[in-house]
């Protein structure tokens, strides 16, 4: 007990300077704020903005200082199902250290919807896109993980990008990675790149210098575009119309399984299309054969290694469910009482 209790006093001591701002444009509204632009104005660096789900689009989010900007997830398993959708995020020059979880947006984008500069350490989690993200010079230290690319994906359209880490992805489009040249270090791992029998990873002015690993590449081929100095290791192919050859030509790779069929639960086969579906389960039957085949004996796919893919993009936090009463109003020096339900997460539920 006297442990638990140093922790959280720890805990409260390092969180004691961040501070949480609530957004909601519901009427009425709960939240501290209805627009993002008010919400980020009255944070401070290093601060937290709460997004409650709304049947209504927060819009052009601009974030301009270090923040965390948490939602519920872009399809949160609650009674309303309601998640936070944006128009578009965009992040200014210069800034370090934005994490983004739990959101539904079209794309992630920098100043005037130009590429993303010299945005250091940015972490995307849990996001549902709609278009993609496209980041330029600068934009070193990128983790990208647990969402969902229903469109243009990621194109890193500059050589001076450095350690980028995708991971636990799910993408749908014709092409998945653009212009992904330059000598930095990238690392590809635990996604599935799906679509309808003739897609392409690689396309632009190519891939360079990256470690593809337990990847799934269903309907869509690896061979393809420009690429050099790649590895690609425990990886899996299967349903493109004439190529599913692994590793690409000229690249470096191992134990990979090539035109085998995952067999996902419950997935549309490739000549079906390759849509990211709520109602589908990409986890692997018992007997699949990515079972256990990837990098240290892991699975290949969606649930592995160590980060959880979530199919409704929700945090993978303890969520307050509801308040009873609310609203609440109280006179001044007035007491009421007030109660809630808080669930743990649910990011394993299928």
Not at 164 to 184: H, M, Q
Not at 247 to 259: E, I, K, R, Y
Not at 301 to 329: C, D, H, K
Request: proline share 5%.
């Amino acid at each position: 007990m006297k442990i638990i209790t140093l922790t959280c006093l720890l805990l409260l001591a390092a969180n004691a300077r961040a501070a949480i701002v609530t957004l909601n444009n519901n009427t009425p509204t709960p939240g501290q704020y209805t627009t993002f632009a008010a919400a980020h104005t009255a944070a401070g660096i290093g601060d937290t903005i709460l997004v409650h789900g709304s049947p209504t689009s927060y819009g052009i989010a601009t974030i301009s200082k270090r923040l965390t900007v948490i939602g519920p997830g872009h399809k949160p398993n609650t009674a309303s199902g309601l998640g936070a959708t944006f128009d578009n995020i965009l992040i200014d020059n210069n800034v370090t250290g934005v994490r983004i979880y739990s959101i539904k947006t079209g794309g992630l984008l920098g100043q005037g919807t130009s590429p993303l500069n010299n945005v250091d350490s940015l972490v995307v989690e849990n996001v549902f896109f709609t278009g993609g993200i496209i980041a330029g010079a600068g934009c070193n230290h990128l983790v990208i993980r647990g969402s969902v690319f229903q469109g243009v994906a990621i194109d890193l359209s500059n050589s001076n990008i450095d350690d980028v880490i995708v991971e636990n992805n799910y993408f749908s489009y014709v092409l998945a990675l653009y212009d992904w040249g330059g000598t930095g270090n990238k690392l590809v791992s635990n996604n599935i790149f799906a679509w309808s029998g003739d897609g392409v990873l690689v396309d632009g002015s190519g891939v360079r210098n990256t470690i593809f690993q337990n990847n799934i590449f269903y309907g869509l081929t690896a061979n393809s575009g420009t690429q050099s100095d790649c590895l690609y290791a425990n990886n899996l192919s299967f349903g493109h119309n004439s190529n599913n050859n692994l590793p690409p030509a000229g690249q470096a790779g191992s134990n990979n399984l090539v035109n085998v069929n995952p067999q996902f639960i419950n997935a549309q086969a490739p000549s079906e299309g390759s849509a990211f579906s709520y109602t589908r389960n990409y986890r692997l039957q018992p007997a699949s054969p990515a079972k256990g085949a990837g990098e240290g004996g892991t699975d290949i796919g969606l649930y592995e290694p160590v980060f959880e893919f979530s199919m409704t993009g929700e945090p993978a936090r303890p969520q307050a469910l509801s308040i009873t009463p609310n609203p609440v109003v109280v006179p001044s020096g007035g007491t009421t009482t007030v109660n809630f339900t808080i669930r743990k997460s649910t990011v394993n539920a299928q």
